[in-house]
């Protein structure tokens, strides 16, 4: 039996992955440790999660494995704790909010020779699985282009720290790029190049710390693929879903259109204007949380690495310096693998 914690609550996928453990026959979620006291007595108290004030404390349980689900900032110091009591870690993304910290969190697990896993949850979605076998499968023919998007609500709502700058590092840009860009490098098998990107604060919620709401980021493969990805936070607090992720791949030969939260029923309630949408399709956090717990009883690596959390991560930060600068950015570490 795999024991696992979780680090921290604050992210709002720490509530999903309670249910994901509880569901393995093979994992056993022993509790969780949080340094907000009052955030951890409230799941504590509604998800029935035994809580620790301290990761040290958590980790004295005899633990395999940690999710971190700390705000983006503090990534860090959470990982290289669980480093310290040999604990395997899937860490959520993005892997951290600057290079220096994530390759420290790479070094620090490579020589402590523990698993560094990144919650890139799509690698394990059954629609994005398919679209990737058929492209393998070269039906397409030879690939041009991708319209990508990951929109969706204003996290704030959920959590204040996403809009807070300090703790997330920017706003809708470090928040959903990650999972598109780490789904193109999948797909294509090919390294980002060059970034250039626009952002906006239009869209509303930015927070004090003056986050951006919106953007739009253009990205060249090594391969010569381009892509767009769109990861604004755009939709409404009364859109039937938080979000959603979508990618259309355009081939020689046709077009791939896949969506991946596309399994879903409408909803139009009786005493109510609000239509909703009811997921009935495969859980992908499901397929991620087992291949941690199976990669640490097999002691091998996980699917998705540390290094792919830190490859998704160098775009995110070219993505800010190419708005930031209004230029193209290269990067030169594309063309050397």
């Not at 040999?86 to 909010?97: I, Q, R, S, W, Y």
């Not at 492209?135 to 319209?147: F, Q």
């Not at 490098?185 to 919620?205: D, H, I, K």
């Not at 755009?234 to 399994?263: C, E």
Request: hydrophobic letters at 45%; proline letters at 4%.
């Amino acid at each position: 039996m795999i024991r696992l914690g979780i680090m921290s609550f604050a992210h709002l996928h720490a509530e999903a992955y309670v249910e994901n453990i509880r569901a393995l026959p093979n994992a056993e979620l022993v509790g969780a440790a949080d340094e907000d006291t009052a955030r951890g007595d409230h799941f504590a108290r509604s998800l029935g999660v035994r809580v620790w004030p301290a990761y040290e404390d958590l980790l004295a349980q005899r633990l395999d494995g940690v999710i971190v689900c700390a705000e983006n900032a503090r990534h860090r110091a959470a990982v290289e704790i669980a480093v310290r009591a040999g604990v395997h870690v899937l860490c959520e993304k993005p892997l951290a909010t600057t290079l220096a910290d994530a390759q420290a969190m790479l070094q620090a697990c490579g020589k402590a020779g523990v698993q560094l896993m990144v919650a890139f949850p799509m690698r394990f979605s059954a629609p994005i699985v398919e679209a990737r076998r058929v492209l393998d499968e070269s039906r397409l023919g030879e690939i041009s282009c991708c319209v990508a998007t990951n929109q969706g609500q204003n996290p704030r709502h959920h959590r204040a720290w996403f809009v807070d700058k300090r703790l997330a590092g920017g706003g809708a840009v470090i928040d959903h790029t990650a999972h598109l860009v780490d789904a193109l490098r999948w797909f294509l098998r090919s390294e980002v190049a060059e970034v250039y990107a626009q952002t906006t604060g239009l869209l509303p919620g930015g927070g004090s710390g003056d986050v951006e709401t919106g953007g739009l980021i253009l990205l060249t493969f090594v391969n010569g693929v381009f892509a767009t990805i769109d990861c604004s936070w755009s939709r409404p607090a009364s859109y039937p879903t938080w979000g959603g992720l979508s990618m259309a791949f355009i081939g020689r030969r046709g077009v791939l259109d896949v969506d991946a939260f596309r399994q879903r029923l409408t909803v139009y309630p009786e005493d109510s204007s609000d239509t909703r949408w009811q997921y009935w399709g495969s859980d992908a956090n499901q397929g991620m949380i087992a291949e941690f717990v199976s990669a640490i009883e097999q002691s091998r690596t996980p699917a998705v690495t540390g290094v792919d959390g830190y490859r998704a991560l160098e775009v995110i930060v070219a993505a800010y310096e190419s708005a930031r600068t209004g230029r193209p950015i290269r990067l030169t570490r594309g063309e050397d693998q």
